[in-house]
């Protein structure tokens, strides 16, 4: 199993911090956000990790970071040039991933404690939430993920954890843009859905926070204040 961190993104809504700092160096406490799901991914045994940020980010993380040794890890690095959507950046990890199944985790997503559930989750998988925003996520049902569908609240929508064969990149490289203009995640996810090529977990009784606005990122820095042990950083 290969490990994709994803902090490509320009963190619009967390400007102006974000026009001087990586959204996903922004800290959560006194730690860097990407050390959180470094951890989630590191606690699961997956220890091979490429991140993948834009260019002008990328001395920053490996400054930071280094080659992943001191962690445990081996950290590979790779520039995402254009912001071309998640499914864009995930196609660049074709060549780190090669035969093996890859854990895709967004760098703003922060999870509790997954080792209890790490049978379940090493197999091709996406994972969703109950929530009461649903209209900021792509929301699950009827089998399928409709992309932040207007007026829904309450539902479960997909987290930023993914677990694909290694054909995901096969698929990307048949993908069109969206409206929008870019690769979308939830076109790949769709396909393996209809595929019945992935299983759904659902994870409502694990700690679950995006941190893409500032109430979501204070609201996850408030609780690892309160609740040290149940979201940690890799240290």
Known sequence: MKG???????????????YVVNKHLVPIGNYPMVLFPLNTIKSLG??????????ENIGDFAEFLGDGSQ?????????????GGIAEALGLAEDFVGI???MVILGDNIFGDLR????????PSIF??????????GVFMDGKIIEKPKGVNEGEVV????????????FIRTLKPSLRGELEITDVNNHFLEQN????????DIFWSDCGTPKSLANTTRHFLDNPDTIRPLV
Do not use: M
């Open 4 to 18: 994709v961190i994803l902090c490509g993104g320009a963190g619009t809504r967390l400007r102006p911090a974000t």
């Open 197 to 204: 090529n992935v299983r759904v977990f659902r994870l409502n």
């Open 100 to 102: 093996d199944n890859v």
């Open 128 to 137: 969703v939430k109950a929530v009461n925003d649903a209209h900021r996520f």
């Open 71 to 83: 962690y445990g890890c081996n950290f590979t690095y790779k520039v995402q040039t254009k912001a």
């Open 46 to 55: 997956v220890n091979n990790i490429l991140i993948i940020t834009g260019g």
């Open 159 to 170: 987290v930023g954890l993914y677990v694909y064969p290694p054909s995901v990149f096969k």
């Open 116 to 123: 209890s559930r790490a049978d379940e989750i090493l197999c």
